[in-house]
């Protein structure tokens, strides 16, 4: 910072009231002021990582690299410094502890769970995974260049190995996957996951079919045009703030890859993308990710970087964004409500009607690339992926084997199959980075949020008509009362049961998904 | 960051990574690679306050705080961390230090006066600056707002006291302004700023007399219009990289005061403001800002994070901007280049020929606030502040007689008074942080641009005929030769001998002035 306040000198204040912490006495206050300040620096490193994705310039990128390494050593360090096992063996043995409250205990289980796990993973398999990422994604990467997947193959056969002694050190009951799909959406048990699985995938094959054959089609192209980004910003922008997402709080910028992001409290950063021909790329982006920020600006600031204010998984965050895209901003109420927002912004460019933007908006058509596909075939998409990336961790799939199982599946639930490997088995980078155990929480996100939608319209009358003028406010403090408040003070399969009074379970998103789908397309009942 | 890449576990190999570390065997070697880790926090403390002055919600200030305040402890921890005194202790004692490279020796003589600087002064002292400093501030703009120095005086003198035992925990020979200034402009002493500044106001007195009644006078009017900030944005960017400021590796963007900051060897960012009414404010803003950057960008990235990859001084940093923006920014061999530019950006707003915005852009005229003031006068307001706060520091002034003594200086020098405090003492934030000694830097560039472009006029042929081809590589290429490439390997004075042949004089920026104002005005030579 050249001409303006230099800084050197304030910091040894800072320094001596770190001295006074020492003072603090119960271990209780010593592991939050630990854990915050941990914290402190994660949120530190989401600012360098979302500057990386937003606004740094070209040439940066190698010492931004260094400085997120840097943060990274700090954080680990923190996070398996020996104090904290000795507060949490010093909390988890006074006798009163089991009586204290819902938040301490939150605390102290997640801390113990997290310290745990890291202390369990050798440093060796460690760095060989860290490593084994980086190559996997620099070949995946020529590999999906080249449409080759035996390019790939070597560097996924070394990852899946690595994974399984991952999931050998940290340690499961049943099956491999449990240990890393924990990692996503903790306490979730594979055998549960794949029975819900299942039965979402008999009942979305049937329904693809029966849309397939049905008497009308989604009139996709009527929404195309001319909608310039300055337009998409500012109707996606007073979308998201009418939703709820707040922008004293919060931004809205460009990424290549839409994500959300929080650097504190008060600061939960949007991401999107603009297509000029297509406003609902953007526009579905900005909804996705203002749900995830709804949730994130939702949680309590004053248990910032600890459990209670963290959110509890994969699966639910995914719920906040997809309810709010899906069942929200797919939703007739909701359009009667935009849609002249959308003439406005987009003067003279929009001419489909209402009723035939909303058909568009929810067209369903079996397609090979999973982050284009709608709504209905999306799960299909994950389910895919579930079933093999389990059987290659389990052994029942070499990885020799897996652009034809892959393809045999497309064709099997979807009826469609790949020309080549970049639009099959190579098109996300999530294996070639290690990320086993990830792509279910996309698909149990949609059944959480059709299971908490189905019952937040029952619990309050008149939704769509308060949708239709604009006001989301019920239908937010009902997600806050059930949701965003606890944290993780609930695991996801307490708060769905606290929430809904019923198990996770697939038939509400099927209810769901027919409900709407089956009078737009002609269905007989 | 959700949906996206979680990054927990790649933390171990870094980790492991720094135990490596302490097989490094030799005291020079651990001693950079310490700094050099430090200077990573550095910039990640600046991205931090980019991005707390351009893009932060507004309601995450005081999160933004706490961070900040964090990577402060853990940098000033790592300054004065004993292992930087053992080695420094260790090369220092070795006896072919002294036959070391440059940059070695820099290396080793900055650390150390960085080191000793920081254990000089009493943890008490600098937490009671650090509070006075936040303290002052705020009372400052309480002050300003009710245009009442009285209400900021016991603030200031409460400052001025804790400055005098801070100059006095430093230790000096013969004036504790130069234990100050030394945080500034490193290695200066008083007297010798003194006696230059003294040359200086005599000079700048006359000369603005002089223009003052002189038979023309600039028609600054002829520049006002409607410049919309989408096109100043694209001219100033435009100007800024024909004269080397590289955005592959940098960035512009929008604050409420601008600054240039270093984020990474490839990273330095500039800001600026506009005033669609007048593009001139924005235009050497962003001029000014590339000049700090070139300086920044032409140091030795591979010295990035060491002294000698580090800028020496406030003054010669100042003097790298001001030579972009005046000796550059307001010649007629630049607007020859730019102005078909200007007339391209600003289609049919921009009336003024090409000889009227020459004069309109060199207008001088006395005036009561620093920062508004021209390449003349500016001077004179900063040399006013020189001399009161040498005399608050010395005892010589009271600080209950600063506004009388001000409004007397600027009568004197400069023939206005201010109406009240507002326009007059309380115009600057400096003194209520704790600033003292910053302001001689501002003049000290002004001084040490004039001489570098002098000598550089000197050293090279056809520089004019080269601007107007809008090709500055030259120009560039000399000021690396003679200044970006040393770092802090070379004192500011060493420097600009080495440089110029001479030390610091004020007849080079008076040349210069009288060179180029003469004419324009009508003076008689």
Same mark, same amino acid.
């Given at each position: 910072? &050249?001409?303006?306040?230099?800084?050197?000198? #304030?910091?040894? #204040?800072e320094?001596?009231?770190?001295?006074?912490?020492?003072?603090?006495?119960?271990?209780?206050?010593?592991?939050?002021a630990?854990?915050?300040?941990?914290?402190?620096?994660?949120?530190?490193?989401?600012?360098?990582?979302?500057?990386?994705?937003?606004?740094?310039?070209?040439?940066?990128?190698?010492?931004?690299?260094?400085? &997120?390494?840097?943060?990274?050593?700090?954080?680990?360090?923190?996070?398996?410094?020996?104090?904290?096992?000795?507060?949490?063996?010093?909390?988890? #043995?006074?006798?009163?502890?089991?009586?204290?409250?819902?938040?301490?205990?939150?605390?102290?289980?997640?801390?113990?769970?997290?310290?745990?796990?890291?202390?369990? *993973?050798?440093?060796?398999?460690?760095?060989?995974?860290?490593?084994?990422?980086?190559?996997?994604?620099?070949?995946?990467?020529?590999?999906?260049?080249?449409?080759?997947?035996?390019?790939?193959?070597?560097?996924?056969?070394?990852?899946?190995?690595?994974?399984?002694?991952?999931?050998?050190?940290?340690?499961?009951?049943?099956?491999?996957?449990?240990?890393?799909?924990?990692?996503?959406?903790?306490?979730?048990?594979?055998?549960?996951?794949?029975?819900?699985?299942?039965?979402?995938?008999?009942?979305?094959?049937?329904?693809?079919?029966?849309l $397939?054959?049905?008497?009308?089609?989604?009139?996709?192209?009527?929404?195309?045009?001319?909608?310039?980004?300055?337009?998409?910003?500012?109707?996606?922008m007073?979308?998201a703030?009418?939703?709820?997402?707040?922008?004293?709080?919060?931004?809205?910028?460009?990424?290549?890859?839409?994500?959300?992001?929080?650097?504190?409290?008060?600061?939960?950063? &949007?991401?999107?993308?603009?297509?000029?021909?297509?406003?609902?790329?953007?526009?579905?982006?900005?909804?996705?990710?203002?749900?995830?920020?709804?949730?994130?600006?939702?949680?309590?600031?004053?248990?910032?970087?600890?459990?209670? $204010?963290?959110?509890?998984?994969?699966?639910? /965050?995914?719920?906040?964004?997809?309810?709010?895209?899906?069942?929200?901003?797919?939703?007739?109420?909701?359009?009667?409500?935009?849609?002249?927002?959308?003439?406005?912004?987009?003067?003279?460019?929009? #001419?489909?009607?209402?009723?035939?933007?909303?058909?568009?908006?929810?067209?369903?058509?079996?397609?090979?690339?999973?982050?284009?596909?709608?709504?209905?075939t999306?799960?299909?998409?994950? &389910?895919?992926?579930?079933?093999?990336?389990?059987?290659?961790?389990?052994?029942?799939?070499?990885?020799?084997?897996?652009?034809?199982?892959?393809?045999?599946?497309?064709?099997?639930?979807?009826?469609?199959?790949p020309?080549?490997?970049?639009?099959?088995?190579?098109?996300?980078?999530?294996?070639?980075?290690?990320?086993?155990?990830?792509?279910?929480?996309?698909? *149990?996100?949609?059944l959480?949020a059709?299971?908490?939608?189905?019952?937040?319209?029952?619990?309050?009358?008149?939704?769509?008509?308060?949708?239709?003028?604009?006001?989301?406010?019920?239908l937010?403090?009902?997600?806050? !009362?059930?949701?965003?408040?606890?944290?993780?003070?609930?695991?996801?399969?307490? *708060?769905?049961?606290?929430?809904?009074? /019923?198990?996770?379970?697939?038939?509400?998103?099927? !209810?769901?998904?027919?409900?709407?789908?089956?009078?737009?397309?002609?269905?007989?009942?």
């Amino acid at each position: 910072m &050249i001409a303006w306040l230099p800084r050197r000198r #304030s910091t040894t #204040s800072e320094f001596a009231r770190e001295q006074n912490d020492t003072m603090v006495s119960a271990p209780y206050d010593s592991l939050c002021a630990y854990a915050r300040e941990t914290a402190q620096l994660a949120s530190i490193d989401a600012l360098l990582q979302w500057d990386d994705r937003t606004y740094l310039p070209p040439a940066a990128g190698d010492y931004r690299a260094e400085q &997120i390494a840097l943060l990274a050593k700090l954080i680990h360090q923190r996070r398996t410094d020996p104090r904290v096992a000795d507060w949490l063996d010093a909390i988890e #043995s006074d006798t009163s502890h089991g009586s204290s409250s819902d938040d301490e205990r939150a605390t102290v289980r997640w801390i113990r769970r997290e310290y745990t796990k890291q202390k369990k *993973l050798p440093t060796g398999l460690v760095e060989e995974l860290s490593r084994a990422s980086v190559k996997g994604q620099q070949v995946w990467l020529e590999a999906r260049q080249a449409q080759d997947f035996r390019r790939f193959q070597p560097a996924l056969q070394h990852m899946v190995q690595l994974k399984q002694q991952e999931a050998a050190a940290l340690g499961y009951d049943a099956d491999p996957y449990d240990a890393l799909l924990d990692d996503f959406e903790p306490f979730a048990r594979t055998a549960d996951v794949a029975a819900t699985l299942e039965g979402l995938r008999e009942e979305l094959v049937r329904l693809v079919q029966e849309l $397939g054959g049905a008497p009308r089609q989604a009139p996709v192209e009527a929404l195309r045009g001319h909608f310039p980004t300055s337009q998409q910003t500012q109707f996606g922008m007073a979308m998201a703030q009418a939703i709820g997402f707040g922008f004293d709080r919060g931004r809205l910028d460009v990424t290549a890859h839409p994500f959300c992001t929080t650097l504190g409290p008060n600061d939960c950063r &949007i991401t999107t993308r603009y297509d000029e021909s297509f406003f609902p790329s953007a526009f579905y982006g900005i909804l996705h990710e203002a749900g995830h920020g709804m949730y994130e600006q939702g949680l309590r600031p004053a248990q910032f970087g600890l459990p209670p $204010g963290s959110a509890v998984s994969l699966g639910i /965050h995914e719920s906040q964004s997809r309810l709010w895209e899906n069942q929200v901003g797919r939703g007739m109420p909701f359009w009667r409500f935009a849609f002249p927002h959308a003439q406005r912004y987009f003067a003279g460019q929009l #001419s489909a009607d209402i009723d035939t933007l909303y058909f568009a908006i929810n067209h369903v058509r079996p397609s090979l690339i999973r982050v284009e596909a709608d709504e209905v075939t999306y799960n299909l998409h994950i &389910i895919i992926r579930f079933e093999l990336e389990r059987e290659l961790l389990g052994g029942q799939l070499a990885v020799a084997d897996l652009p034809e199982a892959w393809s045999a599946k497309y064709q099997h639930y979807l009826g469609v199959t790949p020309a080549d490997d970049a639009e099959g088995v190579l098109q996300d980078i999530h294996w070639s980075a290690g990320l086993f155990g990830y792509f279910p929480t996309y698909s *149990l996100g949609n059944l959480y949020a059709a299971q908490f939608f189905e019952r937040a319209q029952q619990d309050l009358t008149g939704l769509d008509e308060q949708f239709s003028r604009g006001d989301f406010a019920t239908l937010r403090v009902w997600l806050n !009362r059930h949701i965003y408040q606890y944290g993780q003070c609930w695991m996801p399969s307490e *708060l769905v049961e606290r929430a809904t009074g /019923h198990p996770l379970s697939h038939e509400p998103l099927i !209810r769901y998904l027919r409900g709407k789908l089956g009078p737009l397309y002609g269905l007989t009942p």
